[in-house]
């Protein structure tokens, strides 16, 4: 029961960039502290989370999963990397259900010749949008702008 918890939790967490819904490695996961908890019906991992995917590593000082709401919170200095990808947050919250994730506390949204920093981050896997708010800076090759919003389709990989 614990790995399809672990699991799944991994699957929520990989939304965040995923362009594609197969998984074919074995996922690793380590943390310091992993349990249940019964009165709040959330499964909690603490310290120096760990989860590799495949190609995705993402790692978080803590992370709580409801499996019934399809809900992540993470926290504690969210990282991600998956391919040319590689993002940081100081939290996200992943609505599983809706397919949606927001991050919180200085996102950075890094690719080869784009990096995006921003206050706030949405993320829609329908639509393959980031929206970033709040303090907006985008480096594109050799220019560098500010903006109060930008928004990023990681399909096309296109600002727009």
């Given at each position: 029961?614990?790995?399809?918890?672990?699991?799944?939790?991994?699957?929520?967490?990989?939304?965040?960039?995923?362009?594609?819904?197969?998984?074919?490695?074995?996922?690793?996961?380590?943390?310091?502290?992993?349990?249940?908890?019964?009165?709040?019906?959330?499964?909690?991992?603490?310290?120096?989370?760990?989860?590799?995917?495949?190609?995705?590593?993402?790692?978080?000082?803590?992370?709580?999963?409801?499996l019934s709401s399809?809900?992540?919170?993470?926290?504690?200095?969210?990282?991600?990397?998956?391919?040319?990808?590689?993002?940081?947050?100081?939290?996200?919250?992943?609505?599983?259900?809706?397919?949606?994730?927001?991050?919180?506390?200085?996102?950075?949204?890094?690719?080869?010749?784009?990096?995006?920093?921003?206050?706030?981050?949405?993320?829609?896997?329908?639509?393959?949008?980031?929206?970033?708010?709040?303090?907006?800076?985008?480096?594109?090759?050799?220019?560098?702008w500010s903006a109060?919003?930008?928004?990023?389709?990681?399909?096309?990989?296109?600002?727009?």
């Open positions: 029961m614990n790995h399809k918890i672990l699991l799944s939790l991994i699957l929520l967490l990989c939304l965040l960039v995923s362009t594609t819904t197969a998984f074919a490695a074995k996922p690793i996961i380590n943390a310091d502290n992993t349990y249940y908890d019964v009165n709040t019906g959330l499964y909690m991992l603490q310290g120096n989370v760990y989860i590799e995917v495949a190609n995705r590593i993402i790692t978080a000082g803590q992370a709580k999963v409801s399809l809900e992540v919170w993470g926290s504690g200095g969210i990282t991600l990397t998956q391919d040319n990808i590689y993002l940081t947050a100081g939290s996200v919250y992943v609505y599983g259900s809706q397919k949606k994730a927001m991050l919180e506390g200085g996102v950075t949204f890094k690719q080869p010749n784009l990096t995006i920093t921003s206050d706030t981050a949405n993320f829609n896997w329908r639509t393959k949008l980031g929206i970033f708010n709040g303090h907006v800076q985008i480096t594109q090759d050799n220019n560098t109060d919003s930008a928004t990023y389709n990681i399909e096309t990989n296109t600002l727009q």
